[in-house]
């Protein structure tokens, strides 16, 4: 199945009205009039989503005398969802080489002639210069945990803390007093590391609390913490990003797409473009004029 075909069928079934006339049309088929009866909506109303959901593919017609007769479509019902969002990836290659180039990235910030100049921050780059690391270690071996320093010390200025990140992503594992590379890298463990010895370095951070704050107007929006804020003006279709620690800003621009209405709400849609090393990243924002807020009633909740 190619992609367009999978996105068709999935938002002609993100509707609930459309949902509703597909239980109703497999229990029988029926005409436009029957169909808006039953759902208590206008005849146009059903017309339009019986005509997604021919696109989709999802329900047929036939001509029976005078009418025209809805029945959903047996084929495309007796799909599993796997086989409905397995579709040929056209672009499989190009992904994998950007994942690849990223993965180069990191290691010739963080590594110079096999040594690691620094530990990163983000979680998903310590994954992968943990991953390299592991790989001084050969699988099917045994090592005390003097073999393990003395193989990290040649490496890093950290040797403990490399030591524990190993084990908590998993890369390495001890049985008794014997490390052992991990067979199969397994999804990082949400326990706490004990402390083995005074000097240790945890990577554990404890929790904090954080404060965010958030202004509403009708076309602008503003929300604030200590390390970031997020303005968006619907106004001038921007979205800025400002890093209060590094003291930068990133404007994002958002391209105006379709309305639509939305339950009770008239909507419009901004598209988000954020380019980043993996590729592009692209958001959806719906926004609506008609939701109104009371803002002395919210005052009172903290007074």
């Known amino acids: 199945m190619e992609i367009s075909k999978s996105i068709q069928i999935l938002k002609a079934l993100s509707d609930s009205s459309r949902l509703m006339i597909l239980n109703s049309l497999m229990e029988e088929s029926q ?26 593919e999802l329900v047929r017609r036939t001509k029976e005398q005078y009418y ?12 599993t969802l796997q086989e409905i969002i397995s579709f040929r990836n056209n672009e499989k290659p190009l992904q994998q080489k950007r994942l690849e180039n990223y ?15 620094r530990f990163p921050s983000q979680q998903k780059k310590q994954r992968i210069v943990l991953e390299e690391i592991s790989g001084f270690f050969e699988r099917g071996s045994d090592y005390t945990e ?13 040797p403990q803390r490399i030591r524990l990140a190993l084990l908590k992503e998993n890369l390495l594992e001890k049985v008794g007093d014997v490390y052992r590379r ?34 509403i ?14 303005i968006l003006l619907l106004n001038e279709k921007k979205m800025y990003f400002l890093d209060n620690a590094r003291k930068t800003y990133t404007v994002i621009p958002l391209d105006l797409g379709e309305s639509k209405k939305i339950r009770n709400w008239n909507c419009k849609k901004y598209i988000q473009t954020i380019e980043t090393q993996m590729g592009p990243t692209r958001t959806e924002i719906w926004a609506s004029e008609d939701i109104h807020i009371d803002y002395d009633n919210k005052l009172k909740l903290f007074r």
């Open 31 to 56: 005409c436009v009039e029957e169909l808006a009866n039953r759902m208590n909506l206008a005849a146009s109303t059903v017309s339009f989503h019986l005509k997604k959901l021919e696109q989709a």
């Open 68 to 79: 025209v007769i809805f029945r959903v479509n047996e084929q495309i019902f007796s799909l």
């Open 103 to 117: 993965r180069q990235t990191v290691l010739d910030t963080f590594f110079k002639k096999n040594k690691l100049i």
């Open 146 to 158: 003097d073999n393990v320093n003395q193989i990290l010390s040649g490496i890093t200025a950290e």
């Open 182 to 215: 991990s067979e199969v890298a397994l999804p990082p463990t949400s326990k706490t590391i004990s402390r083995e010895k005074e000097n240790d370095i945890f990577l554990e951070q404890p929790a904090k609390d954080v404060i965010e704050t958030i202004w």
């Open 217 to 230: 107007t009708k076309d602008k929006v503003r929300s604030d913490n200590e390390n970031r804020s997020y």
